[in-house]
């Protein structure tokens, strides 16, 4: 679903802060360069396998590297079972799976678990560190969270239902955890655009983090938390570029949605931005996404936009995120049924 297209739509249906941001990007993007909705089942391929391929990141190609393993284009972690990259060598997988994919997992695993993202493995199962908070999905569409009565981890509201939990990452690299959403958009970029970008599949491939982005600092990722029940095995996608005769937006966008959550960044082109980076602020607006609609609001609630600096290439630790949820039921749990690996172990 593009800017373009929405525009086309009953607008009595779309919620007005939705219009506003549809005409926006419509304004400054045009339809996305590249779009996808992928889905669990029938896979798609980037790139092809014929005689002569090269990874699009180390730009390496055979025999000197090969291309044995199943690379995904974005994590398994956030759903992606079928955008296959077929430009992705063994060893940048790898790395990309042992660093920035790794980062990127920690950071949003306080939002994947809740929302019952499925990830390699099924939906991943949330424990805190003292063992005395988990959160796991144990059939569809059913989401459990134990909690001992009492934990400032977690209010209840009786006679509404709703249900506030604390969740804290492990230790992660924010500057990796961005990158990630970077490898995402250069897995997608059309392909007269990648000698523009190729700063950018050099940068993600840094084994170390460091201030060598300084030039496009801060590295800010706009999520929108979208209230509701939304589809868990569905990602949305859009990569936008800007339009020639406007200079007041950003270069290149990014955007993906899975779960609950949107994320946006715009990626670091500093001398496409120049203008911008010399002003020291950008305005964007979030991205419409296609449950922006009245009737879903009023049902549900409005989105809610948070910004996040992963600007940071030190260890980032004891971060937190507060989530609401609408509890079908509350109950207590005799000690008997808690598995014997989330008992409280006495020192």
Wanted: net charge neutral.
């Amino acid at each position: 679903m593009t800017a373009k297209n929405e525009i086309n739509l009953d607008l009595s249906a779309i919620d007005d802060l939705t219009i506003q941001r549809i005409i926006w990007f419509g304004a400054n993007y045009g339809p996305p360069i590249s779009s996808g909705v992928l889905t669990i089942g029938k896979k798609s391929y980037l790139g092809s396998k014929a005689e002569g391929r090269y990874c699009r990141f180390c730009k390496k190609g055979e025999p000197e590297v090969s291309f044995s393993m199943e690379a995904h284009a974005f994590p398994e972690m956030i759903g992606n079972k079928s955008l296959i990259d077929l430009q992705e060598c063994d060893k940048c997988n790898k790395f990309f799976a042992d660093t920035i994919e790794d980062a990127f997992g920690k950071w949003t695993m306080p939002w994947r678990s809740p929302h019952m993202v499925p990830g390699k493995n099924g939906v991943p199962t949330s424990k805190s560190k003292d063992k005395k908070l988990r959160i796991e999905s144990n059939r569809p569409k059913h989401l459990v969270i134990s909690i001992e009565s009492g934990d400032e981890r977690c209010t209840v509201d009786p006679d509404t239902g709703k249900v506030t939990i604390t969740l804290t990452r492990d230790p992660f690299l924010p500057m990796a955890a961005y990158k990630c959403l970077v490898k995402m958009a250069l897995s997608v970029m059309p392909e007269d655009l990648r000698e523009e970008c190729s700063h950018l599949y050099k940068w993600v491939l840094e084994e170390r983090q460091s201030f060598e982005s300084f030039p496009y600092k801060p590295l800010s990722v706009l999520v929108t938390k979208i209230s509701g029940p939304l589809p868990r095995d569905r990602i949305d996608y859009y990569l936008y570029k800007r339009l020639e005769e406007n200079n007041s937006a950003p270069y290149l966008q990014f955007v993906v949605l899975f779960g609950n959550n949107q994320y946006q960044i715009f990626l670091p082109m500093p001398n496409q931005d120049k203008e911008l980076i010399s002003k020291g602020t950008v305005s964007i607006l979030p991205h419409p996404h296609r449950f922006g609609l009245r009737k879903h609001i009023d049902q549900y609630g409005g989105d809610s936009i948070t910004s996040y600096d992963l600007s940071s290439p030190d260890r980032c630790e004891g971060s937190a995120e507060k989530l609401t949820f609408l509890a079908e039921s509350i109950k207590p749990i005799p000690p008997e049924e808690i598995p014997p690996e989330d008992m409280p172990k006495n020192k």
